[in-house]
């Protein structure tokens, strides 16, 4: 993916570039576009994968008074999720060789159980549970779906992984097109919260766990 995206980053600078023809701006007036860098940010996504176990449990689901059970199972099942910026938030300003760059916190931008894996098997039924329907399996699957997405939100080092992604990227867009003009710009980053107010710094993290798989597409 990073490889593609260095590709696409000199494609942008190719197209900037032949865009300078007659009654177009000089090569030498280019300046950091922000069409350009929304682009780079939609790139500039994780793909997060997880494999997880979420329970389900229904009291006194089957029989009656004292001969009732619960119904219990446990749901085996992997998914993904994909992190990134929203690009909507995405600004620049350019004066002279300063530029600001208003990048917003990462979040989950799409979030996906993974319905190739989860067969018969994927369903262990707790001993003595009452006995489980395809509804109770489709609940299943979508409390799973739900399970899925508010761990990838709660997880900071991935979430703080996205962004500096994002950021690593842009910034790599702002020094080759510094460059191709023969100019130094200095970044100066605008963080927006999850709430997009403005933060003083971007999201930080703790170690990951190792309990989880991600990889970047």
Request: hydrophobic residues 40%.
């Amino acid at each position: 993916m990073k490889k593609c995206v260095s590709l696409f980053l000199a494609l942008l600078l190719s197209l900037s570039l032949a865009s300078c023809g007659v009654g177009m701006p000089k090569a030498s007036d280019m300046e950091p576009e922000v069409s350009q860098m929304k682009a780079i940010c939609e790139l500039a996504v994780m793909d997060c994968y997880y494999h997880n176990v979420a329970k389900f449990k229904e009291e006194d689901a089957e029989g009656f008074l004292f001969w009732q059970k619960d119904k219990q199972f446990w749901i085996e099942y992997s998914g993904v999720v994909t992190l990134g910026v929203d690009v909507s938030q995405v600004t620049v300003e350019v004066k002279d060789n300063q530029v600001t760059i208003t990048l917003p916190a990462a979040k989950v931008l799409s979030c996906k159980v993974d319905s190739s894996s989860l067969t018969k098997d994927s369903f262990i039924v707790a001993d003595g549970s009452a006995s489980i329907s395809a509804e109770d399996e489709v609940a299943a699957f979508d409390a799973a779906q739900s399970k899925l997405q508010e761990t990838a939100a709660g997880d900071t080092v991935l979430l703080a992984n996205a962004q500096q992604r994002a950021q690593s990227l842009l910034e790599d867009y702002v020094t080759n097109v510094g460059n191709v003009v023969g100019k130094e710009y200095t970044i100066q980053w605008v963080y927006l919260d999850e709430e997009g107010e403005q933060t003083t710094a971007p999201v930080s993290g703790v170690e990951e766990s190792a309990s989880e798989e991600s990889a970047a597409e």
